[in-house]
């Protein structure tokens, strides 16, 4: 599994509109094929910022997933939104295929 974070920091005008900005591209990377997850968050300290944390099966996966069209055109898409460089961890994981559940945590009954 490839697993990646990506911290976005976007102009305080595209802030409340970037679910909708990314929607076709979010959409798109989801049904990859080697697509594990692709999920948005966003700060609670800090409106203008969105974290993304997505997986892709391997290397070839994630290989695919930038040489898409999707890619390039919602690249193209963030570039009018973003108010800086984004920062991202990209991180092998060869023995991952998922997520794993929280040991110390149980909803209480």
Excluded at 15 to 39: H, M, Q, S, V
Excluded at 40 to 48: H, L, T
């Amino acid at each position: 599994m490839i697993f990646i974070a990506v911290r976005y920091t976007l102009r305080p005008e595209a802030a409340d509109n970037w679910p909708a900005l990314i929607a076709d591209f979010t959409a798109a990377t989801r049904a990859e094929p080697g697509n594990l997850f692709f999920d948005w968050s966003r700060s609670v300290e800090d409106p203008c910022r969105y974290t993304l944390l997505e997986a892709f099966a391997d290397e070839a996966a994630g290989a695919a997933h930038v040489r898409s069209p999707h890619f390039e055109r919602g690249l193209s898409v963030m570039a009018e939104a973003i108010a800086e460089i984004p920062e991202i961890i990209h991180v092998p994981l060869p023995d991952r295929t998922g997520w794993d559940r929280m040991a110390e945590l149980t909803p209480r009954a």
